[in-house]
């Protein structure tokens, strides 16, 4: 289970009732584009503290390099804080919040690999930084487990992973690159974590390897899916006995269910009737499965489907707005559960041009709460959905031949270059409903 | 899958949306008043360049089934499809063609 979903309820205090109205309501907040210069942004998915404060991410180009920004949203729901993490090299980054409540940064810059670790209250208090100075890193990723290790994966040079362990402290325990036969291919940057210390890291062709909590690699895998290669678009998750995988190709959208200790995929459901983009996923605490993706490329929808653990459908709904090209499906939407809210990250407009706009709604994940609603001078609309879907059965296929494993010796260098706090960027936020 | 129409006609709906009218309902008890379920049927084989399109239920022998149709991508979807392929070349750092840099452009 990601650290995310680990975190499930834990704004819910012992003595049962919720601090700080955090989960009262759901809320849309849109961030202005003030700090970007041409409106090519990529927001993160959302982290979420004890308290509900709401964190995300926003990549900016600004300039070359992109920019980085982290926007903090309270229960109000209100814009109070931004900070910049500074100019970088890669619009992609990732923001998570620690058992202990701070805040976790994995980024690049420069050709290195960076993670940080920030007072959760004041962020320009460092509590520690380490990068790895290796090739030139893209979709990156990481997450937590129970004992604060920091399990990081990224793209090296000629599409190899990299895959990285830091302890709650940040230093590095050890690293491994894996390429195929050919020296290139892999480069993915999922990764899932389960209880026992497993790791699960997909490659660029979608191949997943799984890791013990030494490093060793145990076995390699790949669905029948033949998803076209996306290696930022893809999403693992674990429970205690599961692992998933969601992926896309053209109409379809495939989710699969491997057994941790390896057998046969549990299920696979695939989407017909609509040409679907970038689909990502979250599980919450039940088991539910939660899949958010645009159609591609010039939809104006984007969908929110909800499957219970025989993978039945529980409800479909869709978000549409009157603002320019509706959602932007160049760029990835994602989805993360806490508790009972499911709080949906994208970008809206259109895949080019200078309007591009962040938006995150925090939505009930019992399906209630459509409607429309007004924000500054658009329309924003939660229905039912009509997708139609049908599922199938997935076989696996045994790669273990046919990738090169190495260890990797990672740089430690100590980077704790504070986050500068600016309020530059502002935030059109309501209430939902 | 289950799948359902509402007392509205409206199709498709799903367990969910049943439970957020009668919170206390399961699959395995009878269907709220109004609601009705729809069975799987078969999907049709789908050709190359074409796509599958599902329409409102058919009833056979006072059952409602799903109805699947297969329809052509027109041009204007193929040609999105295309764009929709160089996109994800360039995320994944690979080298495209002067000819698809323009298609991306628009």
Not at chain 1, 115 to 133: E, L, M, R
Not at chain 1, 213 to 223: E, Q
Request: proline content about 4%; overall charge negative.
């Amino acid at each position: 289970m990601p650290l995310i979903s680990t975190l499930a309820n834990a704004s819910v205090c012992a003595y049962g009732f919720t601090r700080g109205g955090a989960l009262a309501s759901g809320f849309i907040a849109k961030f202005a584009d003030s700090w970007a210069t041409n409106g090519f942004d990529y927001i993160t998915p959302a982290a979420v503290d004890s308290l509900g404060n709401v964190w995300v991410g926003v990549g900016a180009n600004a300039n070359s390099p992109w920019r980085q920004d982290i926007f903090k949203i309270s229960s109000v729901p209100a814009l109070t804080g931004q900070w910049q993490i500074g100019n970088n090299d890669n619009k992609e980054f990732r923001v998570s919040v620690s058992s202990d409540d701070n805040l976790l940064v994995a980024t690049s810059y420069l050709s290195r690999y960076i993670v940080k670790k920030h007072n959760g209250t004041t962020p320009t208090t460092n509590i520690w930084g380490n990068s790895d100075a290796s090739g030139s890193p893209l979709h990156q990723n990481f997450v937590q487990d129970a004992s604060g290790n920091v399990y990081g994966s990224y793209t090296g040079s000629n599409f190899a992973t990299q895959f990285i362990k830091q302890n709650s402290s940040g230093t590095f325990q050890w690293g491994r690159t894996w390429t195929n036969s050919s020296g290139n291919g892999a480069g993915g940057a999922s990764i899932a974590i389960d209880s026992s210390g497993n790791s699960y890291n997909k490659s660029y062709d979608d191949v997943i390897c799984k890791r013990d909590s030494a490093g060793n690699r145990s076995f390699l895998f790949r669905s029948n899916i033949n998803a076209f290669s996306a290696p930022n678009y893809y999403t693992l998750v674990t429970d205690s006995s599961t692992l998933t995988g969601i992926t896309n190709k053209g109409s379809a959208i495939a989710i699969w269910q491997y057994p941790l200790t390896g057998g046969t995929a549990v299920n696979w459901i695939y989407n017909t009737t609509t040409t679907s983009s970038m689909a990502t996923m979250a599980i919450d605490s039940s088991g539910n499965t939660y899949v958010v993706h645009a159609t591609a490329p010039s939809s104006t929808t984007l969908y929110i489907t909800k499957f219970n653990t025989s993978g039945s459908i529980v409800w479909q709904r869709q978000i549409t707005s009157t603002f320019a090209s509706g959602v932007a499906n160049s760029t990835v939407p994602y989805i993360v559960i806490k508790g009972t809210w499911m709080y949906v990250s994208y970008n809206e407009g259109p895949s080019t041009g200078s309007t591009r706009q962040p938006m995150l709604w925090k939505l009930p994940t019992d399906g209630s709460a459509t409607g429309s609603y007004v924000l500054g001078s658009y329309t924003y609309t939660y229905a039912t959905a009509s997708n139609s879907w049908t599922s199938t059965t997935a076989t696996f296929q045994d790669l273990s031949g046919f990738y090169s494993d190495s260890s990797y010796a990672p740089g430690d260098t100590n980077d704790t270059t504070a986050l500068s706090s600016i309020t530059t960027a502002s935030a059109t936020t309501r209430n939902v409903p | 899958m289950s799948q359902y129409i509402d007392p509205n006609g409206e199709y498709p709906k799903h367990i969910g949306d049943i439970q957020l009218e009668y919170p206390l309902w399961d699959e395995t008890q009878k269907l709220p008043k109004g609601w009705q379920e729809v069975l799987e049927s078969e999907i049709p084989n789908i050709p190359d360049g074409y796509k599958l399109i599902e329409t409102m239920p058919i009833e056979i022998d006072g059952k409602k089934f799903r109805n699947f149709e297969v329809e052509k991508y027109t041009d204007a979807e193929l040609l999105e499809q295309k764009i929709w392929a160089i996109r994800n070349r360039v995320a994944a750092g690979q080298m495209i063609t002067a000819e698809e840099a323009k298609l991306l452009i628009g």
